[in-house]
């Protein structure tokens, strides 16, 4: 079935640096979701992208739907220690359930 | 707004036992889902509803029931716990722009 790879698996960073994290399909998307857990913690929704070479910004965080709709990223421009947790990509799959398939996640380490 | 709440928290099974997982939500959302999410892994389907009265598989059905008779309430059936069922458990529902929100989670030991 349908798969969402996601790299790194693991990234530790000194506070102030800046962190990406990356997405991959092996086929087109129709959309792409991100999520955020912090340990411990239930994943929280960030943002959702539907359209080819769409760039959506938060505050530091920064993402980007491939022109293929094929790969998704999340930036965060200088880390805070209050973005440590774990960064998941889904999508949401064919049809009207709303059902999601989730990438493996990212968990950002952010040393002070 | 209470969003999602799940109880229990943190549960301790033996093996063969069964319990129920609690889920509500006061949204008035008609989609709900249940997800495990096992270390250092995504999360992955097991159920789903799409409204009272309607559910469906998701990934991962094997070894659990779900029902839906209120909008409110999708509780998760585990029938003769396994080991492999050791998880952390999140039921979440969504609105109509597609997001989902999630509850606390339920800790699952099977020993």
């Known amino acids: 079935g349908q798969q969402v790879m996601q790299i790194p698996q693991y990234q530790h960073v000194q506070e102030g640096e800046d962190f990406t994290t990356y997405c991959n399909s092996s086929t087109t998307l129709s959309n792409i979701q991100w999520y955020k857990q912090r340990p411990g913690g239930h994943p929280v929704f960030l943002i959702q992208?539907?359209?080819?070479?769409e760039v959506k910004k938060q505050k530091r965080l920064t993402f980007q739907f491939g022109e293929a709709k094929k790969n998704s990223s999340l930036h965060i421009t200088a880390t805070q220690t209050t973005d440590v947790g774990t960064y998941f990509c889904a999508w949401r799959g064919s049809g009207n359930t709303g059902k999601l398939i989730f990438g493996q996640g990212t968990t950002l380490q952010v040393k002070p | 707004n209470a969003g999602v709440t799940q109880t229990p928290k943190f549960r301790i099974l033996k093996i063969g036992q069964s319990m129920t997982l609690q889920c509500a939500q006061d949204?008035?959302?008609?989609?709900m889902y249940w997800y495990r999410q096992d270390p250092g892994m995504g999360l992955k389907l097991i159920y789903y509803s799409v409204g009272a009265g309607i559910t469906d598989k998701g990934e991962v059905p094997n070894g659990y029931n779900v029902s839906r008779s209120t909008t409110e309430d999708f509780p998760l059936r585990l029938e003769l716990a396994a080991p492999s069922q050791t998880s952390v458990y999140f039921c979440?529902?969504?609105?109509?722009?597609?997001?989902?929100?999630f509850g606390p989670g339920t800790r699952l030991l099977v020993l």
């Open positions: 992208l539907v359209k080819s070479g």
């Open positions: 979440a529902s969504k609105d109509f722009q597609e997001t989902q929100y």
């Open positions: 949204m008035n959302h008609n989609y």
